[in-house]
T-cell receptor
């Protein structure tokens, strides 16, 4: 079965600093990988996804992630944090069957951005 | 209108009540999902409907009963719930195409409190 591990349930950075949120996956087949963001009192919004095209994936709001098969990782980065980036971030792997998706989520990482 | 709309946004119910959560998607998708998000567990997939047929039921207690009358609407009927069922219930939708890389779109969720 596929699984996702997010290292660090809480990450705190200064405004303008690099954001690095870690995600490692376990999959027996080439995976489809996703990063979602959840702002307070809202649902999940897709940031970006990897679907076996380019290994460096660019998403919304200046985020990007790099798929590294040798490390089974899909870490999320942003060069310069904004206060508005404070949210919870979820990494997920798709376990598809019959054409629909089953997203298996990590536990999430809460990002705090301080002035 | 947003892509996936959930009502009500907040619900408080007693353990002997019967209530329903409603979800409507305006994206033309043909797969719909219920996820549960509670404070101490990762996002859990509850049910999947693909082409209006239930294709996944992840060992969900029978006090939760889903209904999908058409590809645009999804309900979660609730009866005799327990306090530990208090959580955010997220509805989502995607297109069934044979690919596991399709994006799943989430609603803003329904906050359920069982008293």
């Amino acid at each position: 079965a596929q699984s996702v591990t997010q290292l660090g349930s809480h990450v705190s950075v200064s405004e303008g600093a690099l954001v690095l949120l870690r995600c490692n996956y376990s999959s027996s087949v080439p995976p489809y990988l996703f990063w979602y963001v959840q702002y307070p009192n809202q649902g999940l919004q897709l940031l970006l996804k990897y679907t076996s095209a380019a290994t460096l994936v660019k998403g919304i709001n200046g985020f990007e992630a790099e798929f590294k098969k040798s490390e089974t990782s899909f870490h999320l980065t942003k060069p310069s944090a904004h206060m508005s980036d404070a949210a919870e971030y979820f990494c997920a792997v798709s376990e598809g069957s019959g054409g629909y998706n089953k997203l298996i989520f990590g536990a999430g990482t809460r990002l705090a951005v301080h002035p | 209108e947003t892509g996936v709309t959930q009502t009500p946004r907040h619900l408080v119910m007693g353990m002997t009540n019967k209530k329903s959560l409603k979800c409507e998607q305006h994206l033309g998708h043909n797969a719909m999902y219920w996820y549960k998000q509670s404070a101490k567990k990762p996002l859990e997939l509850m049910f999947v409907y693909s082409l209006e047929e239930r294709v996944e039921n992840n060992s969900v207690p029978s006090r939760f009963s889903p209904e999908c009358p058409n590809s645009s609407h999804l309900f979660l009927h609730l009866h005799t719930l327990q306090p530990e069922d208090s959580a955010l219930y997220l509805c989502a939708s995607s297109q069934v195409t044979g690919s596991s890389g399709n994006t799943i779109y989430f609603g803003e969720g329904s906050w359920l409190t069982v008293v």
